[in-house]
T-cell receptor
Framework: EADIYQTPRYLVIGTGKKITLECSQT?????MYWYQQDPGMELHLIHY???????EKGDLSSESTVSRIRTEHFPLTLESARPSHTSQYLC??????????????FGPGTRLTVL | AQSVSQHNHHVILSEAASLELGCNYS??????LFWYVQYPGQHLQLLLK??????LVKGIKGFEAEFIKSKFSFNLRKPSVQWSDTAEYFC???????????FGRGTSLIVHP
């Protein structure tokens, strides 16, 4: 079982609210990712990080921001939530080397509903 | 740009039937290929991966996949499925040297006991 955690697991909020989705991993992985997952669709990359103080936008940055101040922590913030942000958000990490090189380890996800 | 196609979106089988899920990709260079599985209520997890060498790779729970470079394919197979194989299956590609995977849309597999 992967040591990657996401909180909250479920969140229902109103339009315009600012929210932060938390993601932490205890595996010491350098690379971390945020994906958006909708039923029957590809995982869309929102943001990624190669290490501390490194963040990049994916193909679906969706008006969100991330930070990577510590190796283990990679929170995602939506400044002003909209109904179009309703989705499942998955956090993942990946090691730089070793037998699991480039393998993605996923968290349990946060299911967000914006009313 | 690279892409991954999974043509079977929904597959329904009876226990003991054989399984083959298609995965085709578009990218002309070196590739790393993955199959991930998401069992109901669980995290996405790695099923198997191909980086180089033997194009027939074996994963957990009796699954295997074959990389056929000439067909740009990485199909997933299992000779005899079980009810516990009911899950979503995702094929993914990483081009050589890239840390960013591209995922397919996934295939929902339901196995009837």
């Amino acid at each position: 079982e992967a040591d990657i955690y996401q909180t909250p697991r479920y969140l229902v909020i109103g339009t315009g609210k600012k929210i932060t989705l938390e993601c932490s991993q205890t595996m010491g992985h350098d690379k971390m990712y945020w994906y958006q997952q909708d039923p029957g669709m590809e995982l869309h990359l929102i943001h990624y990080s190669y290490g501390v103080n490194s963040t990049e936008k994916g193909d679906l940055s969706s008006e969100s921001t991330v930070s990577r101040i510590r190796t283990e922590h990679f929170p995602l913030t939506l400044e002003s939530a909209r109904p179009s942000h309703t989705s499942q958000y998955l956090c993942a990490s990946s090691p730089r080397s070793g037998s699991s090189y480039n393998e993605q380890f996923f968290g349990p996800g946060t299911r967000l509903t914006v009313l | 740009a690279q892409s991954v196609s999974q043509h079977n979106h929904h597959v329904i089988l009876s226990e003991a039937a054989s399984l083959e899920l298609g995965c085709n990709y578009s990218y002309g260079g070196t590739v790393n290929l993955f199959w991930y599985v998401q069992y109901p209520g669980q995290h996405l997890q790695l099923l198997l991966k191909y980086f180089s060498g033997d194009p027939l790779v074996k994963g957990i729970k009796g699954f295997e996949a074959e990389f056929i470079k000439s067909k740009f394919s990485f199909n997933l197979r299992k000779p005899s499925v079980q009810w516990s194989d009911t899950a979503e299956y995702f094929c993914a590609l990483q081009s050589g040297g890239s840390y960013i995977p591209t995922f397919g849309r996934g295939t929902s597999l339901i196995v009837h006991p």
